[in-house]
């Protein structure tokens, strides 16, 4: 097998082609001579966080070695004490000492395959959007070996051209970038000076060429699972599979048969009274998979494709639950065009028909700029509702530190006899004027009709908003305290399609690093009188009088043994009631294997407001608390056990009812109840991992929720009301197996 060389330079933009090797090299972490040849070890790398850009010597070296089939990387770390160990689950970011390496493979300032491995040999893989951050939820096959020296220690990985869709020619042209943290000066380096903060990041990868065998590949994921229920006293076995296939480079469809996901990992708890959704991230391996043609999204974290949606529950009918029967997906990307389809359809319900979904993506790159068109298309057959959502959007690169994002949405919604229509506009920007300078903006319109919901997602529409952030960061500080400094400013202007006076915002803050790497953080936000139409769901807006939000963090280095932090935010909201919301956590590292963490919350307000119903809102003395508990037990390389416990109580005195009038006013009606509530959620968790995409999860847990509309109990038998009121009690097994 013919190997090919590649000799990278630091020279920005160059492209480099491969000279030819036979040698095979065995993944170990040895960087065996014999077998990398005479292949060049590049020492030069640069400080980009904090971004100094100042080149150093030796803080790591690496080698690169291509083959039609793949990637090789020798990569070496130099260390200077006693590396932290922390235990955690694979395909999780690390906080200690780690390698992440950055592939753009369609060179087109896009997009980037990640792969990351720590000196434990731990790892993650994932993909980075340039509007968007890193996404963990990519998982596919590669390999990798570390080895641990007195001095350094060292990884091997090979990453091959098969677990990654990319357009296809006969020299293929990437980027290539890597980084590694290293935690004895708490300190990012790479091989370019850049990092992803900036807007010109993916135009400074260095460049490669190499030729890449077009053949196909082919991955079969079926799983089994049962499920106890023990509240409900019944099993349920469930068998299904994922098919993924790449018949050439530049295609991929995936496939999935009843799929019962199962949950393997619980999502957060969360107590939610505002009237804004909860966003929840997507885990499931297929919709997690070759999704980012789709990940479209705006201000107001508008996504125009939400996956979490399909299978479950209906945003726009309350009483809709099922599950997801099948679902396809096939993407197809030639020279500067990418197409994609995403169909699904859910189970029936005692209701009717389930519902199914469609959404269709074209893109066309030209340079780092891109121009995006979706429709998404949603079947509600127990509402008889109807929903087409069609969006455009536009990235351009204004130049190398300066990037545009233009976006309309247009949503069709036919529901019985109620048919309407709405669109909404984005325009958002940034400017890297130089190293230490940033500013951002963004200005949008969402009509008060626009839908998106049925398969997107949007906090909140019926909005006229701009807003606007600057960023001052500095590193070159002459100061035997502080190591860096960053200040930051922030506005927001916002009405609605009614024209009403909404609070405008004004805040600034300011993160100081000290040398021994404490972090402490001090931000103000001011909010200025005027309507919350949010607060009564659409009825009559309340008028509230102006307010402050002030804001405190100190954060530790992270020690051989753990770390901890605490934050505090005061102020006034309500009815000029004040407020504090304190936190704190503490992770402990007790051996190489035990790894424990906690965290304990308190928020009270003397002015809480919380819809009743119509135009009537209660205000309450109001107290909630919360505790999360996590422990991590690695059991040996391939076992693993984590244990999740998590609370929350509440306790609400009623103060008064008001009646919102037409002007916003509130006038006082008589008491409402008072009221407590309590919810917590328990998990054991083992794994057990046969290979990197095949294993077996055993998990018991448990939840419950608890209501007190007289609030006569204290804080401590809340949570043990809790505990007892069990609507969520299940034992399950579940085995997934990688062909």
Same mark, same amino acid.
Request: glycine share 6%.
């Given at each position: 097998?013919?190997?090919?060389?590649?000799?990278?330079?630091?020279?920005?933009?160059?492209?480099?082609?491969?000279?030819?090797?036979?040698?095979?090299?065995?993944?170990?972490?040895?960087?065996?001579?014999?077998?990398?040849?005479?292949?060049?070890?590049?020492?030069?790398?640069?400080?980009?966080?904090?971004?100094?850009?100042?080149?150093?010597? =030796?803080?790591?070296?690496?080698?690169?070695?291509?083959?039609?089939?793949?990637?090789?990387?020798?990569?070496?770390?130099?260390?200077?004490?006693?590396?932290?160990?922390?235990?955690?689950?694979?395909?999780?970011?690390?906080?200690?000492?780690?390698?992440?390496?950055?592939?753009?493979?369609?060179?087109?300032?896009?997009?980037?395959?990640?792969?990351?491995?720590?000196?434990?040999?731990?790892?993650?893989?994932?993909?980075?959007?340039?509007?968007?951050?890193?996404?963990?939820?990519?998982?596919?096959?590669?390999?990798?070996?570390?080895?641990?020296?007195?001095?350094?220690?060292?990884?091997?990985?090979?990453?091959?051209?098969?677990?990654?869709?990319?357009?296809?020619?006969?020299?293929?042209?990437?980027?290539?970038?890597?980084?590694?943290? =290293?935690?004895?000066?708490?300190?990012?380096?790479?091989?370019?000076?850049?990092?992803?903060?900036?807007?010109?990041?993916?135009?400074?990868?260095?460049?490669?060429?190499?030729?890449?065998?077009?053949?196909?590949?082919?991955?079969?994921?079926?799983?089994?699972?049962?499920?106890?229920?023990?509240?409900?006293?019944?099993?349920?076995?469930?068998?299904?599979?994922?098919?993924?296939?790449?018949?050439?480079?530049?295609?991929?469809?995936?496939?999935?048969?009843?799929?019962?996901?199962?949950?393997?990992?619980?999502?957060?708890?969360?107590?939610?009274?505002?009237?804004?959704?909860?966003?929840?991230?997507?885990?499931?391996?297929?919709?997690?998979?070759?999704?980012?043609?789709?990940?479209?999204?705006?201000?107001?974290?508008?996504?125009?494709?939400?996956?979490?949606?399909?299978?479950?529950?209906?945003?726009? =009918?309350?009483?809709?639950?099922?599950?997801?029967?099948?679902?396809?997906?096939?993407?197809?990307?030639?020279?500067?065009?990418?197409?994609?389809?995403?169909?699904?359809?859910?189970?029936?319900?005692?209701?009717?028909?389930?519902?199914?979904?469609?959404?269709?993506?074209?893109?066309?790159?030209?340079?780092?700029?891109?121009?995006?068109?979706?429709?998404?298309?949603?079947?509600?057959?127990?509402?008889?509702?109807?929903?087409?959502?069609?969006?455009?959007?536009?990235?351009?690169?204004?130049?190398?530190?300066?990037?545009?994002?233009?976006?309309?949405?247009?949503?069709?919604?036919?529901?019985?006899?109620?048919?309407?229509?709405?669109?909404?506009?984005?325009?958002?920007?940034?400017?890297?004027?130089? =190293?230490?300078?940033?500013?951002?903006?963004?200005?949008?319109?969402?009509?008060?009709?626009?839908?998106?919901?049925?398969?997107?997602?949007?906090?909140?529409?019926?909005?006229?908003?701009?807003?606007?952030?600057?960023?001052?960061?500095?590193?070159?500080?002459?100061?035997?305290?502080?190591?860096?400094?960053?200040?930051?400013?922030?506005?927001?202007?916002?009405?609605?399609?009614?024209?009403?006076?909404?609070?405008?915002?004004?805040?600034?803050?300011?993160?100081?690093?000290?040398?021994?790497?404490?972090?402490?953080?001090?931000?103000?936000?001011?909010?200025?009188?005027?309507?919350?139409?949010?607060?009564?769901?659409?009825?009559?807006?309340?008028?509230?009088?102006?307010?402050?939000?002030?804001?405190?963090?100190?954060?530790?280095?992270?020690?051989?043994?753990?770390?901890?932090?605490?934050?505090?935010?005061?102020?006034?909201?309500?009815?000029?009631?004040?407020?504090?919301?304190?936190?704190?956590?503490?992770?402990?590292?007790?051996?190489?294997?035990?790894?424990?963490?906690?965290?304990?919350?308190?928020?009270?307000?003397?002015?809480?407001?919380?819809?009743?119903?119509?135009?009537?809102?209660?205000?309450?003395?109001?107290?909630?608390?919360?505790?999360?508990?996590?422990?991590?037990?690695?059991?040996?390389?391939?076992?693993?056990?984590?244990?999740?416990?998590?609370?929350?109580?509440?306790?609400?005195?009623?103060?008064?009812?008001?009646?919102?009038?037409?002007?916003?006013?509130?006038?006082?009606?008589?008491?409402?109840?008072?009221?407590?509530?309590?919810?917590?959620?328990?998990?054991?968790?083992?794994?057990?991992?046969?290979?990197?995409?095949?294993?077996?999860?055993?998990?018991?847990?448990?939840?419950?929720?608890?209501?007190?509309?007289?609030?006569?109990?204290?804080?401590?038998?809340?949570?043990?009301?809790?505990?007892?009121?069990?609507?969520?009690?299940?034992?399950?097994?579940?085995?997934?197996?990688?062909?």
């Amino acid at each position: 097998m013919k190997h090919l060389l590649f000799i990278p330079l630091i020279l920005l933009g160059a492209i480099f082609t491969c000279n030819v090797y036979a040698t095979k090299i065995t993944i170990d972490g040895i960087l065996s001579s014999s077998e990398w040849g005479d292949t060049l070890e590049n020492n030069v790398n640069y400080q980009v966080e904090p971004q100094t850009f100042n080149p150093q010597k =030796d803080n790591f070296t690496y080698r690169i070695l291509t083959t039609e089939q793949g990637i090789y990387l020798g990569l070496t770390a130099n260390i200077k004490r006693r590396l932290r160990i922390r235990t955690q689950e694979n395909d999780k970011t690390f906080s200690n000492d780690h390698f992440q390496v950055m592939l753009d493979m369609n060179n087109n300032s896009s997009e980037s395959y990640v792969f990351g491995v720590n000196h434990q040999g731990n790892y993650f893989d994932g993909k980075y959007d340039v509007n968007s951050e890193l996404n963990i939820d990519w998982n596919n096959q590669w390999q990798y070996e570390t080895k641990l020296n007195i001095d350094n220690w060292v990884a091997e990985i090979f990453i091959p051209w098969s677990s990654m869709a990319f357009s296809i020619e006969t020299q293929n042209i990437f980027g290539l970038y890597i980084s590694r943290f =290293d935690e004895f000066t708490n300190a990012t380096y790479a091989s370019t000076p850049t990092n992803e903060n900036m807007n010109n990041f993916f135009q400074q990868f260095s460049k490669f060429s190499t030729s890449v065998v077009n053949e196909s590949s082919f991955n079969f994921f079926p799983y089994i699972s049962t499920n106890r229920d023990i509240v409900e006293n019944n099993n349920k076995v469930s068998i299904g599979a994922d098919f993924f296939w790449q018949p050439t480079k530049n295609q991929r469809l995936s496939a999935t048969i009843n799929p019962d996901f199962g949950q393997v990992e619980s999502d957060e708890l969360i107590v939610n009274f505002s009237a804004i959704e909860s966003f929840f991230s997507e885990k499931r391996p297929f919709f997690s998979d070759n999704q980012s043609l789709f990940d479209v999204t705006g201000p107001e974290s508008l996504t125009v494709v939400h996956t979490p949606r399909i299978g479950g529950d209906s945003y726009y =009918d309350d009483s809709y639950n099922s599950d997801l029967n099948s679902a396809l997906k096939y993407t197809y990307n030639h020279s500067n065009y990418d197409v994609g389809i995403l169909s699904a359809f859910e189970d029936s319900t005692n209701d009717g028909a389930g519902r199914d979904f469609l959404s269709l993506r074209a893109q066309r790159s030209f340079g780092a700029n891109k121009l995006g068109v979706s429709v998404n298309h949603v079947n509600t057959p127990t509402i008889d509702r109807k929903a087409i959502v069609l969006s455009s959007d536009l990235h351009y690169k204004l130049s190398e530190s300066s990037e545009l994002n233009v976006g309309i949405i247009q949503s069709r919604i036919d529901e019985s006899l109620n048919n309407t229509n709405d669109v909404g506009l984005w325009v958002t920007g940034s400017s890297d004027i130089d =190293d230490q300078h940033s500013h951002e903006f963004s200005l949008f319109t969402y009509g008060e009709d626009l839908q998106l919901n049925d398969i997107g997602y949007v906090k909140r529409v019926n909005r006229k908003q701009f807003e606007y952030e600057y960023e001052y960061q500095t590193s070159n500080i002459n100061s035997t305290y502080i190591r860096d400094i960053t200040i930051g400013f922030e506005t927001e202007l916002k009405t609605n399609f009614q024209n009403e006076k909404l609070p405008h915002l004004i805040g600034t803050g300011i993160e100081i690093v000290t040398h021994n790497e404490f972090e402490y953080q001090v931000s103000l936000e001011l909010l200025s009188s005027g309507f919350d139409d949010l607060v009564t769901r659409g009825n009559n807006s309340l008028w509230l009088p102006s307010s402050y939000n002030l804001e405190l963090g100190i954060s530790s280095p992270e020690y051989l043994w753990g770390q901890y932090s605490t934050e505090l935010s005061l102020g006034t909201e309500g009815w000029k009631g004040n407020f504090y919301n304190i936190s704190g956590s503490i992770e402990q590292q007790f051996n190489d294997r035990f790894h424990v963490s906690l965290s304990v919350s308190q928020y009270n307000s003397d002015s809480w407001i919380e819809w009743d119903e119509g135009n009537s809102i209660d205000e309450f003395n109001f107290t909630e608390q919360g505790v999360e508990l996590n422990i991590d037990y690695k059991i040996s390389d391939n076992q693993e056990l984590r244990i999740k416990l998590e609370a929350i109580i509440g306790k609400a005195q009623n103060l008064s009812n008001y009646l919102i009038a037409n002007n916003g006013i509130a006038t006082p009606q008589e008491k409402s109840d008072d009221f407590a509530f309590s919810e917590n959620a328990f998990q054991l968790r083992y794994k057990y991992s046969l290979s990197k995409l095949t294993a077996f999860y055993l998990s018991y847990g448990f939840g419950g929720e608890y209501e007190d509309e007289v609030a006569k109990f204290g804080k401590r038998n809340l949570y043990k009301y809790a505990i007892k009121e069990k609507a969520a009690h299940n034992l399950f097994a579940k085995l997934r197996i990688s062909f």
